[in-house]
């Protein structure tokens, strides 16, 4: 006799799931990918500069209900039916080519489970509106798997989508009561940093009444240098590889932090450091940030592993469309798009961790070269280098870059450089002893006992 056994899911299980790797903040994101996709579906203007002018989001706190609304054009009835709502996208194959962050079909609702038990969803397109409600007793009936639409009157000017989480978990509400305005904070910075490009191209985002500003992608540059040689210019990879533009930008944001600043993790450190590394955007969303590990190159193909002797290095990889992990905060490495762009990264990285190395005893001299420098939008920067002075690639057309001339230290009488490590205690000692300041820096320390020395020997 054969019998069937039940493979019918739990609710519990599959919400635990979903929510269980995120936070607050990425459940957040979840939800404006879904504001900005509706922007990109909606825009007249998508060969403009800003595509995104005049579409916004706005989150907020209110009446124990944390609301996310925007005027991005709404859900289409017939996608809310089929689509929009279920615990998957049920055809993601044809919805694959989409220029959007929805692909997977879990954002909405990870953001959902993960913030409360209880979310409405009111839409308005150019059609018309419905309402959907999910009450806090879904979840515990496993048996009952849908969810009530509702076709309502337009209720607002513009067509867009308002959602409305409550009932929310102990943890948010412990979070959101008691710690508002650090967990905002957070939230703005990384809405500040995953969306700085969609921020650039006019999107705007609000946080409880605050504009988000877009996080800088910069790097120091100066044509006007007399000498090429004097430059510190950033290395360009540039190419469109399956139909897919990619673009490769790395150079440096400052000075290379000295010793002292790497150890004892002094200002310039902490605020540079964590920009540092390697940044890559996918469609105008940043899915990767600061990177410093293997996944962008870091300690592999003759790239030394991140330190803080490397907290000036920073590069952008940028492509229209990447493989992503489902988390969509993440890169798929073992495409073969990104693993081309991936080598090119790897060989810019290089350039700037050798050029680092060399120039680390002579940090006197290196801080003449940053006199002139200025921080620079990379796009700016990439437009101002001729296209004259970039190579082709394996000798294709389509597949280009640019290798920096970066300046040279004088080797008449190269400088070595003397590494000692002595108890706090002793160091102490001597900076009272040199300094009448025993705060002294152990760099200056050592640097003047030499001096000491030295001129006592000297004729």
């Known amino acids: 006799m054969t019998e069937t056994v039940s493979v019918f899911p739990s609710k519990h299980f599959f919400v635990d799931m979903l929510t269980r790797d995120i936070e607050f903040s990425e459940a957040i994101l979840d939800l404006l990918d879904n504001c900005v996709d509706g922007a990109r579906r909606t825009t007249k203007k998508r060969h403009s500069k800003t595509p995104y002018q005049g579409f916004w989001a706005h989150i907020e706190l209110k009446d124990g209900k944390l609301i996310i609304s925007d005027n991005c054009g709404g859900i289409p009835r017939e996608t809310a039916e089929k689509s929009v709502f279920a615990l998957g996208n049920p055809d993601l194959e044809s919805d694959s080519h989409l220029a959007t962050f929805g692909m997977y079909g879990i954002g909405m609702k990870r953001a959902f489970f993960k913030i409360g038990r209880s979310a409405r969803v009111i839409s308005q397109t150019a059609e018309g509106a419905f309402e959907v409600k999910i009450s806090k007793d879904w979840p515990t009936n496993d048996t009952d798997w849908n969810w009530p639409l509702t076709d309502i009157n337009k209720p607002f000017e513009e067509a867009g989508t308002v959602i409305e989480l409550s009932d929310w978990h102990e943890s948010v509400k412990r979070d959101l009561l008691q710690f508002q305005e650090v967990v905002l904070n957070e939230l703005w910075y990384s809405i500040a940093t995953h969306y700085t490009v969609i921020l650039k191209k006019g999107f705007q985002i609000m946080v409880a009444g605050k504009a988000v500003k877009p996080k800088p992608l910069t790097l120091l540059f100066n044509p006007r240098a007399k000498k090429p040689t004097q430059r510190i210019m950033p290395y360009i990879y540039k190419a469109e590889i399956f139909d897919v533009k990619v673009r490769v930008v790395v150079g440096l944001i400052g000075p290379t932090p000295t010793d002292d600043e790497v150890e004892e993790e002094l200002d310039w450190h902490r605020h540079k450091g964590e920009d540092a590394g390697w940044t890559i955007i996918c469609n105008d969303h940043v899915v990767v940030y600061g990177d410093k590990t293997p996944l962008t190159g870091w300690g592999e193909e003759r790239v030394p592993r991140y330190s803080g002797q490397f907290g000036a290095i920073f590069g952008v990889a940028d492509s229209t469309k990447l493989p992503l992990a489902s988390t969509k905060r993440d890169i798929d490495s073992s495409s073969d798009i990104y693993q081309i762009a991936k080598s090119m990264m790897t060989e810019g990285t290089r350039i700037f961790t050798d050029f680092t190395n060399k120039w680390k ?99």
């Open 361 to 459: 005893p002579y940090r006197e001299e290196e801080k003449v070269l940053y006199d002139k420098l200025q921080l620079m939008e990379i796009d700016k920067v990439v437009a101002k280098i001729p296209k004259r002075d970039f190579i082709e690639v394996r000798g294709l057309q389509w597949e280009t870059k640019y290798l920096p001339d970066l300046p040279k230290q004088n080797e008449d009488n190269p400088k070595r450089q003397i590494k000692l490590t002595h108890r706090q205690l002793e160091i102490r000692t001597l900076a009272e002893f040199l300094f009448e300041d025993h705060e002294t820096l152990p760099s200056q320390v050592g640097l003047e006992c030499f001096n000491r020395v030295l001129r006592e020997i000297k004729p």
